[in-house]
């Protein structure tokens, strides 16, 4: 694996510091609602469980980010989604002291973790794991050799059998592109 991006340096930090933001309102919303200090105590509980969970998703997201591990994105990418419509009410609200860096987190970690480099970076170690099963699967099926009565690919046993040369890396598009070829079709 390649040395990880500043970028993915950077997303995940910054989901880590809503992350404990997140916890830390979650703490407090709990302990105001054990001391009797909330006016509805129902809906404070939810908010406590909301903000903690959530707030223990996004450190486990910023961790996955940190990991390489490519499911930790979209979370990271939905919880900046849910962020921008929260700093839009909180702007509204006439509470610009939270709504602004909330705005700033959430676009700064959007162009972070969709940036070029840390897609690349955490799509990297899914291709290469794809790239083993195939050559395991080739090792222990012996490979696609008995298609259809010995044609493959439309070819008799022996014809085009020539190893393709090495291909440079894909770009992103590339691979969604052939990966959309792959698709069965209706007819």
């Given at each position: 694996?390649s040395?990880?991006p500043i970028?993915?340096?950077?997303?995940?930090?910054?989901?880590a510091?809503e992350g404990?933001v997140a916890?830390?309102?979650?703490?407090?919303?709990?302990?105001?609602t054990a001391?009797?200090?909330?006016?509805?105590?129902?809906?404070?509980?939810?908010?406590?469980?909301?903000?903690?969970?959530?707030?223990l998703?996004?450190?486990?997201?910023?961790?996955?980010?940190?990991?390489?591990e490519?499911w930790s994105?979209?979370?990271?990418?939905?919880?900046?989604?849910?962020a921008l419509p929260v700093?839009?009410?909180?702007w509204?609200?006439?509470?610009p002291?939270i709504?602004?860096?909330?705005?700033?987190?959430?676009?700064?970690?959007l162009v972070t973790?969709l940036s070029?480099?840390?897609?690349a970076w955490l799509?990297?170690?899914?291709?290469?794991?794809?790239?083993?099963?195939?050559?395991e699967g080739?090792?222990?099926?012996?490979g696609d050799?008995?298609?259809?009565?010995?044609e493959?690919?439309?070819?008799?046993?022996g014809?085009g059998?020539?190893?393709a040369p090495?291909?440079?890396?894909r770009s992103?598009?590339?691979?969604?592109?052939d990966?959309?070829?792959?698709?069965p079709?209706?007819?």
């Amino acid at each position: 694996m390649s040395k990880r991006p500043i970028t993915v340096q950077a997303a995940a930090a910054l989901e880590a510091a809503e992350g404990l933001v997140a916890v830390g309102f979650g703490v407090y919303t709990g302990v105001e609602t054990a001391a009797g200090a909330a006016v509805d105590p129902a809906s404070a509980i939810g908010v406590t469980v909301l903000a903690l969970g959530g707030g223990l998703g996004m450190l486990a997201s910023a961790r996955g980010l940190l990991r390489a591990e490519p499911w930790s994105r979209s979370p990271t990418v939905l919880t900046q989604l849910f962020a921008l419509p929260v700093a839009w009410t909180l702007w509204q609200s006439e509470r610009p002291a939270i709504a602004i860096p909330l705005a700033l987190v959430a676009v700064l970690a959007l162009v972070t973790v969709l940036s070029p480099p840390s897609t690349a970076w955490l799509l990297e170690e899914d291709d290469e794991d794809d790239e083993e099963k195939d050559r395991e699967g080739d090792e222990d099926h012996g490979g696609d050799d008995e298609i259809d009565g010995g044609e493959k690919d439309g070819l008799r046993d022996g014809e085009g059998t020539e190893e393709a040369p090495p291909q440079e890396p894909r770009s992103l598009g590339r691979r969604l592109m052939d990966r959309l070829k792959e698709q069965p079709t209706k007819k």
